[in-house]
């Protein structure tokens, strides 16, 4: 007697997975509950959002390596975090935009994450997150450990927020250990959008975008008016431990609605101009620059271009200019307009950099940035936004900025004698005198700068050291005041390490041979 027996097709895929013969594709699909997910090679983005919809909080969808076509949008949970990662090398080819969010209510403090893949091709928008018709906080977002592949000049890969006046997005988290790379022309990768409403005492705190450990490769620098990372709308960042390749470190200031930025941090980045169709922009000129508004710490950066130019790191104020309306000039009541008016011409500007939320004085502080070929200091300038610009007179150095040299201390006496600019060097050898602020209506609040190397806290994990470095002002004749420490590096959320590569997804438990 014979008996027949017909096996399906997953389960003979399947056998082929657990005994080794074999190399039959399994139907692509999701499975999983709880929080515990996987998804096999080839999963569409319907079979994901599935997924999404029936995981629970805080769950990890587990991709395997190989192949994803994606014509449509994986879309986020406006109710609970979810974190997906490759396990191993997961390519996808993306005809639009991959991962979205949009809408949620209120704040949400789960972790959303995107992890490990590769997308090859990319011609726009990848991950989007935005509040548009609400006011929306996310304080754990962490996209890492990605390749963005493309062809051509393409822009605003990743987005937080929307440049609209309905949009008020607010996103702190992490951006790290990304690959962006371009084969022609340059990419703005990073777009920042904010909640249009400015908060106070963000610089140093976990409320902040972090931007760490990315690299950013553009084949050469197409278009000036962009950069590789940019906001605007009342935004906080820190961008440190890049690299760069032909693009620049951008802001948008304080002009027609648009809020700018709120503070800034730019620190121990690498920035290589080195292809670009405008030979200034080859040489370096406007590498790292800020467009004006809120406060600004530029520090330990390296840029490396064809023949240094003089303005690598530069800031703006559009409002001490006529083209941008309504200017800065002693005729605006959102002004602080002290006298006399020939002096002072409407300074200090409402949200010109330098200043807070509450318009308290807080310097831009420069030092240690230097060019790679020779380690001359890079310096830092203002530069004019337009016509009739009225600059010089809301940004003079040594009051709303200082700058610092590239050689640490060698004693207290020198090269940093602390009547102006910024030093760095242990705190031993911080000057015992020091000049503050010539402003009497800023009085406490500016001073000059030193960086102590061995002050502060223990914010570098990296290193082994238990101080890390601060940055100390001269608030009043002689004395000394603690003005900023960095946040933790790496950020917490980076700590978990990158994607899963050894566990691959779970098989399917229903298995049955049917004769």
Known sequence: ??????????????????????????????????????????TTVAQVNSAISSASNAATITFASGAYTWGSTVTFSTTKGITLICAGTCTVTATGLSFSLVNWSGTRTDLYRVSGF????LQSTVLWFYCYTCTGTLTNVRVDHNKFNMPSATSDLI????????????????????????????????????????????????????????????????????????????????????????????????????????????YGNTVIMNSATDSAYKNGERAIKHQGSGE????DNTLTAGTPHATGLVFQNYRSSSDWPPQCNGSQPEDGNRGPSSTYSGYPCNKQLGRD??????????????????????????????????????????????????????????????????????????????????????????????????????????????NDGALYRCSALNTWTLHYQPYQYPHPLASGGGPVTTNPPAPPSNVRIIR
């Open 118 to 121: 590769t997308f090859n091709n």
């Open 1 to 42: 007697m014979h008996t027949e027996f017909r096996v399906p097709l997953r389960v003979l895929a399947l056998a082929a997975v657990l005994f080794g013969f074999g190399t039959l594709d399994a139907e692509a699909a999701c499975s999983g509950s709880g929080t515990a997910w996987s998804c096999t090679a080839g």
């Open 357 to 466: 939320v509450n318009g308290t004085m807080k310097p831009m502080y420069f030092w240690n940035n230097k060019w790679s070929d020779s380690g001359a200091s890079l310096g830092a300038s203002y530069q004019g936004a337009g016509s009739n610009d009225l600059g010089s007179k809301h940004f003079v150095n040594n009051r709303d900025y200082y700058v610092g040299g590239v050689t640490a201390q060698t004693s207290a006496s020198g090269p940093f004698n602390g009547t102006s600019g910024v030093g760095f060097g242990t705190l031993a050898n911080r000057p015992a005198t020091c000049t503050p602020t010539s402003e009497a209506a800023d009085a406490g609040n500016g001073g000059v700068g030193y960086w102590a190397t061995d002050g502060g806290g223990d914010w570098n994990k990296t290193n082994g050291s238990a």
């Open 296 to 299: 600004w710490i530029v520090f």
């Open 159 to 266: 987005v937080f927020g929307e440049n609209s006046a309905s949009s008020k997005t607010t996103v702190y988290g992490v951006i790290d250990h990304n690959t962006f790379t371009t084969s022609s022309g340059n990419t703005r990768a990073i777009v920042h959008y904010g909640t249009k409403t400015w908060l106070p005492n963000l610089m140093g705190t976990q409320n902040n975008l972090f931007i760490e450990d990315n690299v950013f490769d553009n084949a050469s620098m197409t278009n000036a008016g962009e950069g590789a990372v940019d906001g605007n709308g009342a935004v906080s960042w820190v961008v440190r431990y890049n690299t760069f390749i032909n693009g620049r470190i951008e802001h948008h200031g304080y002009y027609n609605g648009n809020l700018g930025y709120i503070s800034s941090e730019v």
